[in-house]
């Protein structure tokens, strides 16, 4: 077996020549995203000989598209196509060495105090008290360079809905990113070939493998092994990424197991080998935060296809109590904008793209308190999850709020994202038209970044699946360490809070294990 030269002691299926792989580790971490990749390099960097597992390809930056359809089919889960059952909301999630941190937005908050004190209350999680969290969040924004929006990173149309926020008197909050020195392509979501966005790829993973952690790409984990209620390591299949042709069985021995392959595949994981779920919790109270795009046409080219994938939000409705939907500005370049609207077929499509100089458009990311599941039906993933009445009125409000903003801000005309074609002329029929909006599956055109929740943390085995520590409750030295753990939806970006818990479980793990 060989490896490629890459700085990232990377073996892909490629590099194997034998069809059965053993291997023996201290920990085997699953899962090259956020909670992977940062559980990865703290272990290593306690000299353990640690071995990361990723389903998906590796891809370098270097050979990144610019061409969000091609990017869906390199980087993303079922090549962009992962849905819930209906089909109407779209799950994006990475699905190549570094997870969705290659993908997302790079749009970074640290987990509010209210979720904090909620979870405390109502799970047992008292010991994520907001004077222990602040110190993890200090140390993943000085290794990931989060910082707030530079001047000059801020995008045309968020100038112009800044204006409209202004005079509406609504407070504004400016992005926090964890990029160095932006090149303000406003191509994150199709990763950075610039290596400016501070992902895995080019932050925890390398740092891993300087002390030693070897990374297996292709490798899908398919059993966890346990003995007498303790993790021994796991079982995978390594295939290739463009013919899904078998290569190698692969079995790691290791004493301590990390599960961190996101929110969908964690549960799929465990449900697989049948261990973890004593509680029934697997799977369960998966959120997701839908967003609809409200897309405003100005009278002359706008330009919003250069600058920060995000330069400002307003948050002043984010608590449940306070409506539960988060606004965020978002870039929109020409492909993009081909699908953020529902501007009709033929003509009328032709006519809007024509004018797609002209559009900026304002997301409503809702704080669902609907949740679903994640389940294997006839060993087929299937997610579970509809946008229930309540949530759709918490929809309502924030796409109202948007078309008002956007009015303000001198918009000429909007469109819904709905499957006929609603169009807002007048700042008059903004009530009356999103008012007669009704909650039908399959009607509206769903996005999810954020999908969370299947393996909830918490202090009760019974109701919970991961105890305050990241282990398992049923399974001892088998962690887990990703979006799956968040008791409750937090109605903003998670990445932050995913990169302080990962840091925390990593921190638990050397004090119970290796002390």
Excluded at 312 to 326: N, Q
Aim: charged share 20%.
């Amino acid at each position: 077996m060989t490896t490629k030269n890459n700085k990232l002691n990377i073996i892909t299926a490629a590099d194997i020549d034998s069809a059965e792989i053993y291997l023996e580790a201290d920990v085997v971490v699953v899962g090259s995203g956020a909670g992977g990749a940062i559980n990865a390099y703290e272990l290593a960097k306690q000299g353990k000989k640690v071995v990361v597992l990723e389903a998906g390809p590796y891809v370098p930056s270097s050979q990144f598209s610019e061409m969000q359809a091609v990017s869906m089919g390199a980087l993303y889960q079922d090549e962009g196509g992962q849905s819930n059952s209906h089909g109407d909301i779209a799950v994006l999630q990475g699905a190549c060495v570094g997870g969705s941190t290659v993908v997302n937005a790079a749009l970074c908050f640290r987990t509010p105090d209210y979720y904090l004190d909620l979870w405390a209350k109502e799970f047992g999680l008292t010991n994520l008290t907001p004077e222990l969290m602040s110190g993890y969040f200090d140390k993943v924004e000085k290794n990931l360079a989060i910082h707030t929006n530079a001047a000059h990173e801020t995008s045309p149309g968020a100038i112009l809905i800044a204006k409209g926020l202004e005079k509406l008197n609504i407070e504004r909050g400016v992005a926090r990113r964890n990029i160095r020195d932006c090149a303000l392509t406003g191509f994150c979501f199709a990763g950075c070939k610039t290596d400016r966005k501070q992902s895995m790829l080019v932050t925890y993973l390398p740092w891993a493998c300087k002390h030693g952690a070897v990374i297996y790409a292709d490798t899908r984990v398919t059993r966890i092994m346990t003995d007498q209620g303790q993790a021994t390591g796991i079982q995978a299949l390594v295939t290739d990424p463009k013919t899904k042709a078998f290569k190698a069985n692969m079995k790691v021995s290791a004493p301590i197991v990390v599960l961190a392959a996101g929110p969908v595949q964690t549960p799929i994981i465990l449900q697989q080998s049948g261990v973890a779920n004593s509680s029934g919790q697997v799977g369960k109270n998966f959120a997701c935060h839908p967003t609809l795009s409200v897309t405003a046409m100005f009278d002359k080219p706008v330009d919003n296809f250069h600058g920060a994938t995000h330069s400002l939000y307003v948050d002043t409705h984010t608590l449940p109590e306070e409506g539960g939907y988060l606004l965020l500005d978002a870039i929109e370049e020409p492909v993009e904008a081909s699908f953020s609207a529902e501007p009709g077929t033929g003509k009328p499509h032709v006519a809007y793209m024509e004018k797609y100089r002209n559009s900026i458009r304002l997301i409503t990311l809702i704080h669902d308190k609907n949740v679903g599941e994640v389940r294997l039906r006839d060993g087929v993933k299937e997610i579970v999850y509809e946008v229930d009445d309540e949530d759709f009125e918490a929809m309502k409000k924030g796409l109202k709020y948007n078309a008002e903003i956007l009015f303000a801000a001198g918009a000429q005309s909007l469109y819904l994202p709905t499957s006929d074609r609603t169009v807002i002329e007048r700042a008059e029929e903004i009530g009356p038209v999103i008012d007669r909006l009704k909650n039908e599956p399959s009607r509206y055109r769903y996005t999810s970044f954020h999908p969370q929740g299947t393996c909830r943390m918490g202090a009760d085995p019974t109701k919970t699946v991961v105890n305050p520590y990241g282990e398992t409750h049923d399974v001892k030295r088998l962690y887990v360490a990703d979006a799956s753990l968040l008791p409750t939806s937090i109605g903003y970006n998670p990445s932050e809070t995913v990169y302080a818990l990962a840091s925390y479980i990593a921190d638990e793990i050397v004090k119970s294990n290796f002390t």
